[in-house]
C-alpha cells in the first residue's frame, strides 16, 4: 500500500512537470514517503531527513504519508528544514500544496481526514510493469487496541463500484494481467454507489475484465472474512488461490484486550471455510509477539495456532507501543529480549512448517508469473497463483511478464525452485 501512494504521489508530480531525479543531489524537491505502524520505522524519520539535509542543502523537503499524518506540524519543530507535510488522504491536493511551496510557502500542510478524495489520483505512475495496484477502500473504522491506522488513515472510505471497474479496464488495455486489490480492511469493502456490489460481487467483476488473468487482494480482516469470498475464489479461476488473513495472536485472552473484535475459534471456523474450497487456497497471516501482558502460556496458544492452521506465510513482529493507542498504556510491558526470544521460537516453528508445505509441492507443475531475473544464478524468478515464490531455471530469453509452466524439483522453505516444463 505504501509502495502504491508512492505511485500516484509520482503520477500527480509528473503532471505537475516533475521528473524523477537521479540522485538526491540533483533534485529540486525530496518527498519522503513514511510509515508509523512500528516504532522502529518512525525512528528512523527524523535522522533520515537529517541526511537529506546534508546531501541536498537548500532542496525543498517534504514528509508523506502516515508518520506526516501523525506527528502533524511537530514535524517542522524537529526538522526545521521541513517545508511540506502531507497525510495519505490529501494526495489529490499535492499539485496545490506543491504550488504553495514553489510560491515560497512554508509549513504547508494537509492533513484533513475528513475527505471523501483518497483513492487513485488523476495520473499515477505505475512503477511495476508485471503487477497494478488498485486501491478500493481506505481507513479502518476497527479500533484495534494497538493499531494506529485509524489515527493515520482515518475511517473506511469504500471507492465506488464503476470507478474500481473503469480503472481495471484501463490497467488491463496498458497491459496489465494481474491486479492486486488494496485496502487496510479490503473485504470491508461497500459499494457506495447504487450498484451496491459487496466485496465477493466486486471480486467477481473485477476477475471478468477482458484481459485480466490474475486478481490478489490485502489485507482481509477475519471479522469480514466469509463464506462467499471462499465461493468466489473456487468459482472463478481468476481470482488466485491466497488468502492473507492477519490473527495476530493465537491467544483468546490476548486477542480480546487487542480488541480484535473476533475469538480463536471464530478464526479458524473461517480457515476451516477455506479449507473447505474445492481448489486448495494458501493463507498467510500477520501475529504480534509480546504483546503487553502476554503469559508464556499465551504464546504458548500462538504456537498451537501454527500447528492447527499449518499457516504457508507468517509475518510476525514484536510489539511495538504506538501513540494515540490504548495498549500504550497498557500494564505488563514485556522486556525486549523476552520479545525477541518469543519471535525467533515462533520463527523457527513456522520455518518448519512452511518446510513441509513446501515439499509436499515437490514434483507438481505450478503457473509462475516471472517477474524478476537474476543472471549470476542464472535463474528466473516469480510467484504462483498461491503466492508462491519460485525460483527457475530455463532456456529461454526474455520472459519478464510471461506465464511460465515451472516443474517443481526441490523445497526450501522460503521458496521452490524448479525448472521450466519444456
Known amino acids: 500500500m505504501n509502495v502504491h501512494d508512492s505511485e500516484k504521489v509520482a503520477g500527480v508530480l509528473l ?7 537521479p540522485t538526491l543531489a540533483e533534485a529540486d524537491l525530496l518527498l519522503y514517503n513514511t510509515c508509523s ?12 531527513l537529517g541526511e537529506f539535509r546534508q546531501a541536498a542543502p537548500g532542496r525543498t523537503i517534504g514528509v508523506l504519508g502516515c508518520l506526516a499524518q501523525q506527528e502533524g506540524e511537530e514535524i517542522f519543530e524537529r526538522a526545521p528544514w521541513v517545508s511540506l507535510v502531507c497525510g495519505s488522504a490529501s494526495y489529490r491536493r499535492l499539485p496545490d500544496l506543491v504550488a504553495q511551496v514553489e510560491a515560497g510557502g512554508r509549513r504547508v500542510t494537509g492533513l484533513d481526514l475528513d475527505t471523501e478524495d483518497t483513492f487513485e489520483t488523476e495520473i499515477t505512475r505505475r512503477d511495476n510493469p508485471i503487477r497494478a495496484y488498485l ?8 479500533a484495534c487496541s494497538y493499531c494506529v491506522v485509524p489515527h493515520t488513515r482515518g475511517p473506511e472510505r469504500s471507492r465506488a463500484s464503476a470507478s474500481v471497474l473503469a480503472e481495471a479496464r ?31 460481487s466486486l471480486l467477481r467483476a473485477v476477475a471478468a475484465t477482458q484481459g485480466i488473468r490474475r486478481v490478489r487482494f490485502t489485507t482481509s480482516h477475519p471479522n469480514d472474512f466469509s463464506r462467499e469470498i471462499v465461493a468466489a475464489i473456487d468459482d472463478t479461476p481468476a481470482l488466485c488461490d491466497h488468502i492473507h488473513l492477519p490473527v495476530q495472536s493465537g491467544s483468546p485472552r490476548i486477542l480480546q484486550a487487542m480488541r480484535r473484535t473476533y475469538t480463536r475459534e471464530d478464526y479458524l471456523e473461517r480457515i476451516s471455510w477455506i479449507r473447505a474450497a474445492r481448489r486448495p487456497i494458501s493463507v498467510t497471516t500477520d501475529l504480534i509477539v509480546g504483546f503487553p501482558g502476554e503469559t508464556d502460556e499465551d504464546f504458548a496458544d500462538t ?15 514484536t510489539y511495538s507501543p504506538r ?11 514485556i522486556p525486549e529480549e523476552e520479545k525477541a526470544r518469543r519471535l525467533a521460537a515462533l520463527l523457527e516453528h513456522q520455518r518448519q512448517i512452511q518446510t513441509v508445505r513446501h515439499q509436499s509441492l515437490v514434483g507438481a507443475t505450478l503457473e509462475v508469473l516471472v517477474d524478476a531475473h537474476r543472471p549470476a544464478r542464472r535463474q528466473w524468478s516469480g510467484r504462483s497463483t498461491s503466492n508462491r515464490i519460485v525460483n527457475f531455471t530455463s532456456p529461454l530469453e526474455n520472459l519478464l511478464g510471461e506465464y511460465v509452466q515451472v516443474s517443481i524439483m526441490r523445497a526450501g522453505p522460503n521458496s521452490l525452485i524448479g525448472e521450466q516444463a519444456i
Open 323 to 333: 501513540p494515540n493507542t490504548t495498549a500504550a498504556s497498557l500494564p505488563g510491558a
Open 37 to 48: 505502524i512500528r516504532e522502529k520505522a518512525a525512528q528512523k524519520v527524523f535522522s533520515r
Open 135 to 142: 486501491t478500493i477502500i481506505e481507513g479502518c473504522d476497527y
Open 170 to 200: 484501463r490497467l488491463a488495455q496498458a497491459g496489465y494481467t494481474e491486479i492486486q486489490l488494496l485496502g487496510q480492511t479490503v473485504n470491508s469493502y461497500r459499494d457506495p454507489s447504487p450498484a451496491g456490489l459487496d466485496f465477493p
Open 303 to 317: 504456537l498451537s495456532l501454527l500447528e492447527a492452521v499449518r499457516f504457508d506465510g507468517v509475518f510476525a513482529f
Open 15 to 21: 503532471a505537475r512537470g516533475y521528473a524523477p531525479a
